[in-house]
């Protein structure tokens, strides 16, 4: 069974481009949760999503930063217009159920963004 | 302020040492996650639990809702239980478990 899989793993912007960063959940999870890790900082949680759906978005950036988890293919998550303080780990995680005391989430490796 | 608090923030061990990872919340929680952060910085899953204790090999969890602390214990470690250990819980979620805050981690080092 393949686990998280996010893609790039690394990625490089110049400040002003887009950033897209990809993440297929383990098959069979319809649950989505992203993360930021900034340098020397811990993790925050971004955005949760369903298929199709934003559940709660409350720890994302009100401005340049979109996320959707569509029918049919990965999660994605987007950076418009990237700023030097963009620069970061980001996290995928995917669960089965969600609330559920037995929800166990499963993270991805990570993208490691770089704003130049 | 993180109200999901670790200790230590960095602790040295030598290999075969019984290690302690201590975590304590400010509110109520329905469970709490504890995560390893390897060097090349992928998240591994560890525990969730809600009470009690649970072991994974050499991995010892254990939880008092009560008091609100939680801590993770390795004994017989090695140098590659080396990595970045991350307890978290879902404190602002509205009683479901998905919307984690995370601690700012503990540093394991063992050296063989």
């Known amino acids: 069974n393949a686990g998280v899989m996010q893609n790039p793993r690394h990625l490089v912007r110049r400040r002003g481009q887009e950033a897209r960063l990809r993440c297929s959940p383990v098959k069979g999870h319809s649950h989505v949760y992203w993360y930021r890790q900034l340098p020397e900082e811990g993790l925050k949680f971004m955005v949760y999503l369903q298929k199709e759906n934003i559940i709660d978005e409350s720890g994302m950036p009100k401005e340049r930063f979109s996320a959707e988890f569509p029918k049919e293919g990965p999660s994605i998550l987007r950076i418009q217009q990237v700023v030097r303080g963009d620069s970061a780990a980001y996290f995928c995680?995917?669960?089965?159920?969600?609330?559920?005391?037995?929800?166990?989430?499963?993270f991805g490796p990570g993208t490691r963004l770089t704003v130049l | 302020k993180n109200e999901v608090e670790q200790s230590p923030q960095n602790l040295t061990a030598q290999e075969g040492e019984f290690i302690t990872i201590n975590c304590s919340y400010s509110?109520?929680?329905?469970?709490l996650h504890w995560l390893q952060q390897h060097p090349g910085g992928g998240i591994v899953s560890l525990f969730m639990?809600?009470?009690g204790k649970k072991k994974h090999g050499r991995l010892i969890a254990t939880i008092n809702i009560q008091e609100k602390h939680s801590s993770l214990h390795i004994t017989a470690s090695h140098p590659r239980d080396s990595a970045v250990y991350i307890c978290a819980a879902p404190l602002n979620s509205g009683g479901s478990n998905y919307k984690l805050t995370f601690g700012k981690g503990t540093l394991l080092t063992v050296n063989p």
């Open positions: 639990l809600s009470s």
């Open positions: 509110v109520g929680i329905s469970a």
């Open positions: 995680a995917s669960s089965s159920l969600a609330g559920a005391l037995t929800d166990t989430q499963y």
